[in-house]
């Protein structure tokens, strides 16, 4: 299975980006879509999560700002993100579990995409 991600980009400190993964290839099912982030210098962190049924959840500092999203017929989540401060810069990279016809659970990751946010 592959991911694409788009969206990302520079912006300016209280300004917005969305940003969406699309995946395609031999898919069965698609459970939980996450979009994790690292920033330079940092570990990856996990940004925010949304299972099959919709429940989603967040990292603290981006509660309020950002919002998850999933389109399931189209095999797409979607990261909405406002009021974009300096600290939220970094390289987003989502992350899929699906399962392919006849295999067992597996998980995928996208290539990433560049988030710079300038003060």
Known sequence: VQLVESGG?????GGSLRLSCAASGNIFSINAMRWYRQAPGKQRE????????????????????????????KNTVYLQMNSLE??????????????????????????????????
């Open 9 to 13: 980009g520079l912006v300016q400190a």
């Open 86 to 119: 300096t600290e939220d810069t970094g390289v987003y990279y989502c992350n899929v579990d699906y399962q392919s016809w006849g295999s067992i659970p597996l998980t995928s990751w996208g290539q990433g995409t560049q988030v710079t946010v300038s003060s």
């Open 46 to 73: 996990l940004v925010a999560a949304i299972t099959s049924s919709g429940s989603t959840n967040y990292v603290d500092s981006v509660k309020g700002r950002f919002t998850i999203s999933r389109d399931n017929a």
